[in-house]
């Protein structure tokens, strides 16, 4: 038998802190099987899932959680078995001002239908011939076979006059 961990990371940014992480996976039989990673604002921060046998689970654990000495807060959880849902993939791409409260506006939109966000990934940047700061937003969503596509990119286009919505089969 074995254990999948979801493990959260999140440290001051400098080389070596994956390598580290890697090290501490592989030193005690943990597979590394998929992560996201990223570098903000002089922040690195990550979730990654690992696999280890029930034998070395509590070592791994341990181990990952010792890292916090090192400087880099860790959050371990084991990983819940997926649930089957009748549910597809979209991809989903806002262009729009930016404006806060903008993701709280979408997410509700999108909670109010079920939808699931599985990636989500938002950035701000100046538009190139006005300079007015741009709200750029990339998702993955599990959308319920229900929800009706064209009635979810609408609602969203009327959150603001200006907001661009596509939606794709990835």
Known sequence: MSTDFVVSIIADDKPGLVDSLAQ??????????????AQMAGK????????????????LKDALEALQTDGIKVIIEN??????????????????????????EVSQ??????????????ECEPAPHTGEML?????????????????????LESLADDLMVEVSQP
């Open 135 to 155: 709200f750029r937003a990339q998702a993955r969503l599990q959308v319920p076979q229900q929800v009706d596509i064209d009635t979810l990119i609408s609602t």
């Open 44 to 59: 690195f921060a990550g979730i990654l899932r690992v696999n280890v046998s029930d034998a070395h689970a509590t070592t």
């Open 109 to 122: 939109v999108l909670s109010a239908q079920q939808v699931n966000v599985e990636d989500l990934s938002t």
């Open 79 to 104: 990983a819940s078995a997926e649930q089957g849902v009748t549910s597809h993939a979209l991809l989903l791409n806002l262009v729009g001002n930016d404006r806060p409260g903008i993701v709280r």
């Open 24 to 37: 501490t996976v592989v030193d005690h039989q943990g597979n590394w099987l998929e992560s996201r990673m």
